[in-house]
């Protein structure tokens, strides 16, 4: 049984920093491709960044050079470094597995970026 579980949302105010985890259990860690989306009430859940079996990242253009998306495969853990952080980053914040052709979701972890 795949199961992800996210922590570290938190308020924080505009221009601070946030470190999400995301831990993973009953894959082969190695082999996923493990993400993070948010989402925010009333819009479409969107891609905030990824990084694939091989260790390749991507990111949503809008969020180059302020998040990182980084993985220990001995914790079978990834995360997400959120810096420079401004309100319109408010969202509740998912990890995404893809692993053997089926995606796997986290409950979400709230980040809330306001004065």
């Known amino acids: 049984q795949v199961q992800l579980v996210e922590s570290g949302g938190d308020l924080v105010q505009p221009g601070g920093s946030l470190r999400l985890s995301c831990a993973a259990s009953?894959?082969?860690?190695?082999?996923?491709?493990m993400g993070w989306y948010r989402q925010v009430p009333g819009k479409q859940r969107e891609l905030v960044a990824v990084?694939?079996?091989?260790?390749?990242?991507n990111y949503a253009d809008s969020l180059k050079g302020r998040f990182t998306i980084s993985r220990d495969i001995g914790k079978n853990t990834v995360y997400l470094q959120m810096n420079s952080l401004k309100p319109e980053d408010t969202a509740v914040y998912y990890c995404?597995?893809?692993?053997?052709?089926?995606?796997?979701w986290g409950q979400g972890t709230q980040v809330t970026v306001s004065s």
């Open positions: 990084i694939t079996s091989g260790g390749t990242t």
């Open positions: 009953g894959i082969i860690f190695s082999t996923a491709a």
């Open positions: 995404n597995c893809q692993y053997y052709l089926r995606n796997y």
